[in-house]
């Protein structure tokens, strides 16, 4: 029998479109579904990769903020309200999942921008040296698959640091401030991985969020993303080409309208095909699967019904799988309705039908 591939070795098959021993696997369950399934036997402590045989995945973060004091402003057994590092007041609910509620925003508008980019200049102490120098070796012993997480683009201005009316408003009115704040986010990231490689932290991929979509479509038009958002992933996704790593966007919402624009511009992966949106990772396949990873597109809200859940993946993970291309995840991640067992469930029929 042919030894394991480790998650390294899977993900770069996959990233070649070439078969791999099986689907590389991975989820993302909200903190309150981790609260869940401790409560239903997943032990305290546990190491998800072990429990679940989940691929590892090692995310690097750096810090592209204007670096505005972090402090707690109250704090109860119900809520914790808190400032971050891009000036945003945030209140958190400790019972409830989702996002937190957004009380301030310090970056309102181009003046109050240009004071948060003056703080955005790139520094060594903007990199958890100590934590790499402890884990990268453990990572690349474990055959991680290792990533730098990125930090712009619309999505992130709008839901962290601005405010989403005040962003989609800007996009049409103001387009050169909306795309110097992503771009000027971006180039510190790419300022900072330049620093890990000079040091000898070498990584497989670079993954952003940039949600561009709801239910019904795209959050705007299609000729304001091409001349706003567009030529900043164009960047990211070239530096990340020039340096031999992987560019993995993460957009939720229906935004099958983008996807020839992405191709076009060599993204690598895409995740995470929101069945309930409309996204249709099969049909993707079918037309961009050569190109294009997928990853994602199995819907979540089926995983407490086995009957259902197992009918949607032995029909749609054959054509996925077909000739590599695809990582299974749930099509957003996984709520606190779905039990520790359904869960488990999904998982092992993944691993049975993701076996090549």
Same mark, same amino acid.
């Given at each position: 029998?042919?030894?394991?591939?480790?998650?390294?070795?899977?993900?770069?098959?996959?990233?070649?479109?070439?078969?791999?021993?099986?689907?590389?696997?991975?989820?993302?369950?909200?903190?309150?579904?981790?609260?869940?399934?401790?409560?239903?036997?997943?032990?305290?402590?546990?190491?998800?990769?072990?429990?679940?045989?989940?691929?590892?995945?090692?995310?690097?973060?750096?810090?592209?903020?204007?670096?505005?004091?972090?402090?707690?402003?109250?704090?109860?057994?119900?809520?914790?309200?808190?400032?971050?590092?891009?000036?945003?007041?945030?209140?958190?609910?400790?019972?409830?999942?989702?996002?937190?509620?957004?009380?301030?925003?310090?970056?309102?508008?181009?003046?109050?921008?240009?004071?948060?980019?003056?703080?955005?200049?790139?520094?060594?102490?903007?990199?958890?040296?100590?934590?790499?120098?402890?884990?990268?070796?453990?990572?690349?012993?474990?055959?991680?698959?290792?990533?730098?997480?990125?930090?712009?683009?619309?999505?992130?201005?709008?839901?962290?640091?601005?405010?989403?009316?005040?962003?989609?408003?800007?996009?049409?009115?103001?387009?050169?401030?909306?795309?110097?704040?992503?771009?000027?986010?971006?180039?510190?990231?790419?300022?900072?991985?330049?620093?890990?490689?000079?040091?000898?932290?070498?990584?497989?991929?670079?993954?952003?969020?940039?949600?561009?979509?709801?239910?019904?479509?795209?959050?705007?038009?299609?000729?304001?993303?091409?001349?706003?958002?567009?030529?900043?992933?164009?960047?990211?996704?070239?530096?990340?080409?020039?340096?031999? #790593? %992987? @560019?993995? *966007?993460?957009?939720? !919402?229906?935004?099958?309208?983008?996807?020839?624009? +992405? $191709?076009?511009? &060599?993204?690598?992966?895409?995740?995470?095909?929101? #069945? %309930? @949106?409309? *996204?249709?990772?099969? !049909?993707?396949?079918?037309?961009?699967?050569?190109? +294009? $990873?997928?990853? &994602?597109?199995?819907?979540?809200?089926?995983?407490?019904?086995? @009957?259902?859940?197992?009918?949607?993946?032995?029909?749609?993970?054959?054509?996925?799988?077909?000739?590599?291309?695809?990582?299974?995840?749930?099509?957003?991640?996984?709520?606190?309705?779905?039990?520790?067992?359904?869960?488990?469930?999904?998982?092992?029929?993944?691993?049975?039908?993701?076996?090549?």
């Amino acid at each position: 029998m042919a030894k394991p591939m480790t998650s390294a070795e899977r993900f770069a098959c996959v990233f070649d479109h070439k078969q791999p021993d099986r689907l590389p696997l991975l989820d993302d369950p909200w903190s309150t579904t981790w609260q869940r399934w401790k409560g239903e036997g997943y032990p305290e402590g546990a190491d998800p990769a072990d429990f679940f045989g989940w691929d590892r995945v090692a995310g690097i973060r750096v810090d592209n903020s204007p670096r505005y004091p972090v402090r707690v402003v109250e704090e109860t057994d119900e809520y914790k309200i808190h400032t971050t590092a891009w000036g945003t007041t945030l209140k958190n609910w400790k019972s409830k999942g989702g996002v937190p509620e957004f009380e301030r925003f310090t970056i309102t508008d181009p003046d109050s921008w240009r004071e948060a980019k003056k703080r955005m200049t790139p520094d060594p102490t903007r990199i958890d040296w100590e934590r790499l120098e402890v884990n990268y070796p453990k990572w690349k012993a474990q055959g991680a698959w290792i990533t730098v997480n990125g930090w712009f683009g619309y999505d992130v201005f709008a839901s962290w640091i601005v405010g989403y009316e005040r962003v989609l408003m800007a996009m049409i009115e103001e387009p050169e401030w909306c795309q110097d704040m992503f771009r000027t986010a971006l180039e510190l990231d790419i300022a900072m991985m330049e620093m890990l490689l000079e040091r000898g932290y070498e990584f497989d991929a670079f993954n952003w969020p940039d949600d561009l979509g709801y239910r019904n479509g795209l959050l705007f038009s299609l000729k304001t993303y091409r001349e706003v958002s567009k030529p900043v992933h164009q960047q990211a996704i070239d530096w990340c080409h020039a340096h031999g #790593v %992987k @560019a993995h *966007m993460h957009s939720c !919402g229906n935004i099958m309208a983008l996807v020839d624009d +992405l $191709v076009e511009i &060599g993204l690598d992966g895409l995740n995470p095909l929101e #069945v %309930k @949106a409309g *996204m249709d990772a099969v !049909g993707l396949k079918r037309t961009h699967g050569a190109k +294009l $990873v997928l990853e &994602g597109g199995i819907d979540v809200r089926n995983w407490n019904d086995p @009957a259902k859940a197992e009918a949607e993946l032995r029909e749609k993970l054959p054509s996925l799988m077909k000739d590599g291309g695809y990582i299974f995840h749930s099509d957003h991640s996984i709520p606190e309705t779905i039990s520790l067992k359904e869960y488990q469930y999904v998982l092992a029929l993944a691993k049975k039908i993701g076996t090549y």
